[in-house]
């Protein structure tokens, strides 16, 4: 028999309907990172199936709603969502178990100080708090209520006689997950920047500015993946597997290299570089010259005078001068603190030591000098493959994470106003399988056509960028 009427646990009845078993689905479902209402709404009509083959009257209780809807996702083979609900339900229970025995909330209301961001205080106020849970995390008058009494009885067992407004907001996070409002907690829950990072920044920082960039990068690297990628990509991407060049500024993954022609003249390579860069500048955010050696030359022979609009070339782009070999001039290099470095065709030790030294980036590659290299690079990822030869269910896992992260990017990079993406690479790297193993090809062909779905053309690439190194090197620790 097909259940009419809904007994509440307060022995209230209310009219059955499947849509309020349809969203409680659809938020576990959203919880497991799988989004589908169309499939919640299926599913609901299936536990409302189940129930009139099961029922033998036309009223129903709360808990047997709730075991058909576990019996239900179970059999259909949603065994994660199933374990998600039945733990909210759990929750849940608990939370009304501590209510109905009242050992663990205040009897009276507690007495302490709040201190807001501006260092003012105000005296502990319950109405003030509802109002906030109200406004602020959306929650309904039941919900704010409860949550208030979770947070005033952490409070009152403590000696604290007054609390920061930061504080304050964790503890509500916490008294959120405790009360089953997991929603509402990970959407309202608060940035963070761990003190001690802070501190070494500002000790470290040469200026106020400096310091305030490198919090706000990490502020705005937490919000980007927290919100705006998708749960597999966040998963991997906070282990050590996926590398996201960009998530710090939101155009810092478009960047434009270009060699300038091998001119004999030192003023006509400036001029056309000079060109490039106010070319560049207009449409791509990180940009970067590769000087010709005539120029490298001038400079060793005692040319003073190319040191300014050198450096001045050094304010628009990242310069580097291209180098046959070693070259004296890094013994007393004229560039301290500007962005100019040093590119050669192969790979040399001392050379990079040096460079790191100085804190500029080594570039290497034979194509460097051809003439007219052009290359532009819309977004970068990487892929950190350590251990999973054979394992083509986590290889797949791993393809269909980057071929999202790069669709993501994208679509960061076209919201920005003037930036130009035509004709530019979308690039991967793999690391930790041998690049002539089977695993890596497999890989790399399910990127291709991951790739391919997402209507986007991929290209592997053999450059491990050194923040690509410092990131996926997190699995190794």
């Not at 178990?97 to 909330?105: A, K, P, V, Y």
């Not at 829950?189 to 920082?205: H, K, W």
């Amino acid at each position: 028999m097909r259940p009419a009427t809904v007994i509440k646990r307060d022995g209230t009845p209310v009219p059955f309907t499947s849509e309020r078993i349809a969203h409680a689905i659809a938020q576990a479902m959203h919880a497991c990172a799988c989004d589908d209402p169309a499939l919640a709404d299926e599913l609901s009509h299936l536990v409302e199936e189940h129930l009139g083959r099961t029922c033998d009257a036309p009223q129903v209780g709360i808990e047997a709603i709730q075991d058909a809807v576990v019996h239900i996702l179970q059999e259909t083979g949603h065994y994660e969502v199933a374990i998600t609900y039945a733990r909210y339900r759990d929750d849940r229970e608990r939370f009304r178990r501590s209510q109905r025995l009242g050992t663990d909330l205040p009897q009276q209301p507690i007495h302490l100080e709040v201190i807001d961001g501006q260092l003012r205080r105000r005296p502990w106020d319950r109405a003030w708090v509802t109002e906030l849970l109200l406004g602020s995390y959306g929650l309904d008058d039941k919900g704010a209520h409860d949550a208030v009494m979770q947070v005033e009885a952490s409070l009152a067992g403590s000696a604290v006689s007054e609390i920061s407004a930061p504080l304050l907001f964790s503890l509500i996070d916490a008294a959120l997950v405790r009360c089953g409002r997991h929603t509402q907690a990970s959407r309202r829950s608060p940035l963070r920047v761990e003190r001690g990072i802070t501190r070494s920044t500002l000790a470290a920082a040469t200026d106020g500015r400096q310091a305030l960039e490198h919090a706000g990068r990490r502020l705005f690297e937490e919000l980007a993946i927290a919100e705006d990628f998708p749960e597999q990509v966040v998963r991997l991407w906070c282990h050590g597997r996926l590398w996201i060049d960009g998530l710090d500024d939101p155009r810092r993954g478009s960047q434009f290299s270009a060699t300038v022609d091998g001119l004999t003249n030192p003023w006509q390579v400036l001029a056309t570089a000079f060109g490039l860069a106010a070319e560049a500048q207009r449409h791509w955010r990180r940009i970067r010259l590769i000087l010709p050696p005539s120029v490298l030359g001038h400079l060793e022979r005692g040319a003073k005078t190319l040191i300014e609009p050198i450096t001045a070339l050094a304010r628009l782009a990242q310069v580097h001068l291209y180098c046959d070999g070693r070259t004296p001039l890094l013994q007393q290099w004229p560039f301290t603190g500007a962005a100019v470095s040093i590119a050669t065709y192969h790979d040399d030790f001392l050379l990079l030591q040096r460079l790191q030294e100085l804190g500029q980036p080594l570039l290497s590659g034979p194509h460097l000098m051809a003439g007219g290299y052009r290359r532009r690079v819309a977004v970068e990822l990487a892929l950190n493959a350590q251990g999973l030869e054979g394992e083509h269910a986590q290889l797949d896992a791993l393809a269909m994470a980057l071929a999202s992260a790069a669709r993501h990017r994208l679509d960061q990079l076209r919201a920005a106003p003037g930036v130009d993406l035509d004709g530019a690479d979308l690039r991967f790297a793999i690391f930790g399988l041998p690049m002539a193993s089977e695993s890596s090809h497999y890989l790399e062909r399910q990127i291709l056509q991951e790739g391919v779905r997402q209507r986007l053309t991929l290209v592997r690439s053999a450059n491990l960028p050194e923040d690509a190194c410092a990131h996926l090197g997190r699995l190794l620790e």
